[in-house]
T-cell receptor
Framework: GQQLNQSPQSMFIQEGEDVSMNCTSS?????WLWYKQEPGEGPVLLIA?????ELTSNGRLTAQFGITRKDSFLNISASIPSDVGIYFC?????????FGTGTSLTVIP | NAGVTQTPKFQVLKTGQSMTLQCAQD?????MSWYRQDPGMGLRLIHY???????DQGEVPNGYNVSRSTTEDFPLRLLSAAPSQTSVYFC????????????FGPGTRLTVL
């Protein structure tokens, strides 16, 4: 199947710091999505990107659809304790979604 | 709206047993899907459906069956459970086909002994 490489695997940051994570693939995707998952819950969609080069914000979150369509980036500005969780990227091709392995974020107050 | 509901929340099976994981949504979504989530593997698509009466295989379909007789329900069947099927299973639905926002259920944690 498709392989989405997500990095970093985990991050430990101080409250107020900015966070960057990315997702790369050897395959082209038509849509990139970013999800957040908290313990015991299902993933929740944060941002959806539909065009190469697209830059979209959702509050303190900003994501970009890479020009090559093989990568995407998520930035979180001024992190707060409730940002803690696992962040997943997902790429859509046809009717199938492929997920990255996740970035675990810990915010230290 | 209850959104996407899954039952049971937890299940323990013995190898060879069969069971059905239930998934229902009350948002009139056409697209529904099943994923399994394993440590360090992210979510992997098992089966999906673009509408009632239509199902298709995802990335890891072996050992699982699905059917979609109504828009609301999308059950996942394990005919003969194996330890390799120990995982957390998530159901999701989407309004505008695969491109719409996917709403995930709370998950079913399955252990196969």
């Amino acid at each position: 199947g498709q392989q989405l490489n997500q990095s970093p695997q985990s991050m430990f940051i101080q409250e107020g710091e900015d966070v960057s994570m990315n997702c790369t693939s050897s395959s082209i995707f038509n849509t990139w999505l970013w999800y957040k998952q908290e313990p015991g819950e299902g993933p929740v969609l944060l941002i959806a990107l539909y065009k190469a080069g697209e830059l979209t914000s959702n509050g303190r979150l900003t994501a970009q659809f890479g020009i090559t369509r093989k990568d995407s980036f998520l930035n979180i500005s001024a992190s707060i304790p409730s940002d803690v969780g696992i962040y997943f990227c997902a790429g859509l091709t046809g009717n199938q979604f492929y997920f990255g392995t996740g970035t675990s974020l810990t915010v230290i107050p | 709206n209850a959104g996407v509901t899954q039952t049971p929340k937890f299940q323990v099976l013995k190898t060879g047993q069969s069971m059905t994981l239930q998934c229902a949504q009350d948002m009139n979504h056409e697209y529904m899907s099943w994923y399994r989530q394993d440590p360090g593997m992210g979510l992997r698509l098992i089966h999906y459906s673009v509408g009632a009466g239509i199902t298709d295989q995802g990335e890891v379909p072996n050992g699982y069956n699905v059917s979609r007789s109504t828009t609301e329900d999308f059950p996942l069947r394990l005919l003969s459970a194996a330890p390799s099927q120990t995982s957390v299973y998530f159901c999701a639905s989407s309004s505008a086909g695969a491109k719409g926002t996917q709403y995930f259920g709370p998950g079913t944690r399955l252990t196969v002994l």
